[in-house]
DNA sequence: CATTAACCGTAAGTTCTGCTTAACGATACG
DNA sequence: CGTATCGTTAAGCAGAACTTACGGTTAATG
């Protein structure tokens, strides 16, 4: 019988790209990884890894065997949602991965939520970026994670992973406080404060503008999104705002009625599939869901 | 994450019905067992055995949890054997429990086919009874199992494994050599040999005897069918014979035109979910079919 | 082109998990 | 009522797995 553990290192160097990087992540040394997989190899008779340049690389037997250990680790995680939810009350530990806002907004509110329903239950929260928390994801550093999708972007959501929709945000576009347009002339003068533009969420700012007739001066650039209201309220820049942020903030800003109107971008809860009836995902899951319906209403 | 290798010994628990059986079975001291367990009991937090008497018994939790780890272990199974069939041929050793008369008339040939294909492979055989097969299958004692199935018998196969028909082996009625007979009257004096009554070889025998109209007077009892055929021979008693058998044994003997004909029994191969696909076992069940095949024509 | 840094492999040593042996309490059976 | 079987617990031991340390190779940098 093989060996899980070892197959268990075996795709974490496939995550990570190198041995180094897989140790690194969770906190071995890299002999460790390179002594266990060279056992792995001798046991199967089969050459799972090949040197290129200074890193390795998974041969075709390699990749296949990752694949099939992702479907042995979906049922192990199913096997111990199961025998979680045995005992009706979430447990443990049970780490998520938030973007800025959301973790302002609505989080703090939904903890205390959950915490009331399940005592025994420790739900941390960390900041990652995107890419990164879902490598974090599927190494179990991180057991969810909360992000955003805007529509027309692809979500690309890798496989053996399984997706909910907590919910919509509205997002509308306002102009620097005290001014208002009428065309896109005037637009293209005003000056804009975005999010790095890198991220999705720029890359859906500035399709909006150019649906709208005009390219916009992107003076502002900052991935901190407080700044963008407050450069908003202060007639410094116009910006598109998501309504949780007005909701927290219990910001006075009007919406502009020129800039387009009735957008939204929708919120997902990922975890790693087998995890779907984990009792405490779905603990979070209830409680954002509630929480975001409250933002919903105002 | 689970242990892997706990919850399978929760698995055998539950296969043998007690700790020392399990262990036993896994040439373990009970204690082991014990340990093992109570650990995986006090990591997560759940109660999965309850002393039944002197013995234990699995709480709904266990059973879930047992059910759960079939399915990754069969997952374990399909990546272990994807990776023997990436390196094309079939090695290490392989054992497969069959019944007598199989072993005797074909499995040699097939063996001998085997070694060829596939020179490093070491194909097992063992005797094992049908019920006892089945468990040793779960518990990897076992890799593979021939049996035999009678039309109108429920075969009863449990879940988590995986059958297939490897071939027809016809069975025709012989009369005490010399003796020829008209009617159930004549039919109902002459003496028979069968297999123990409790076997599904038996009890088809009875049954078919039955629908001709006379009971049998089952005087002979033996497991071993060349018994049976010798009895016939000698013109001590009737039987039901397997082509399988004639063949092996080249005997001259003229099934009865007045028993029931055009019976057969179906030769299985029974193996574990996730291992269908297992190279060794595909080399076992190619050889044993073409050399079924060949028993066929005869 | 020399230097530095990063990666992988191997050797030696240490830590810790998992097993055995042994003793004990509880339960069924003759 | 003694005896055999089962499960639990404690103590000790062996092997597996990890760390530290060193050496070889590849890639980036000035």
Chains 1, 2 share one sequence.
């Not at 991965?97 to 907004?105: V, Y």
Request: proline share 4%; glycine share 6%.
């Amino acid at each position: 019988m093989l060996d899980l553990n070892r197959i268990r290192l075996l795709r974490e160097v496939s995550l990570h790209g190198s041995m180094s990087a897989a140790a690194r992540s969770l906190s071995y040394s890299h002999s460790a990884i390179s002594q266990q997989l060279s056992l792995l190899e001798r046991e199967t008779g089969v050459k799972l890894l090949e040197r290129a340049g200074r890193n390795v690389q998974l041969t075709a037997a390699g990749r296949e065997l990752v694949r099939n250990t992702e479907t042995v680790l979906a049922a192990m995680e199913k096997a111990e949602s199961d025998l979680a939810a045995s005992h009706g009350r979430a447990q443990g530990a049970f780490t998520v991965a938030a973007f800025a806002s959301i973790s302002r907004a609505v989080l703090p509110a939904a903890l205390v939520r959950i915490a009331q329903a399940h005592p025994d239950l420790e739900v941390r929260i960390q900041r990652y970026e995107p890419e990164d928390a879902i490598v974090r994801l599927a190494s179990r550093q991180v057991d969810a994670i909360i992000t955003d999708s805007f529509p027309g972007t692809s979500s690309g959501s890798a496989n053996g992973l399984h997706t909910t929709i907590l919910g919509q945000d509205p997002i509308r576009g306002y102009l620097p406080a005290g001014l208002e347009i009428s065309d896109a002339q005037a637009a293209a003068n005003i000056p804009w404060v975005m999010e790095p533009a890198e991220t999705a969420a720029a890359q859906w700012a500035l399709r909006m503008c150019r649906e709208r007739g005009f390219e916009p001066r992107v003076l502002h650039v900052s991935s901190d999104v407080l700044f963008h209201l407050r450069m908003v309220e202060r007639g410094l820049a116009a910006a598109f705002l998501p309504d949780m942020l007005i909701v927290e903030t219990g910001s006075r800003l009007q919406p502009s009625h020129w800039l387009p109107a009735d957008q939204r971008r929708t919120l997902l809860l990922i975890a790693r599939k087998g995890s779907e009836d984990n009792l405490a995902l779905t603990a979070v899951r209830l409680a954002l869901e509630d929480e975001l319906r409250h933002v919903d209403k105002l």
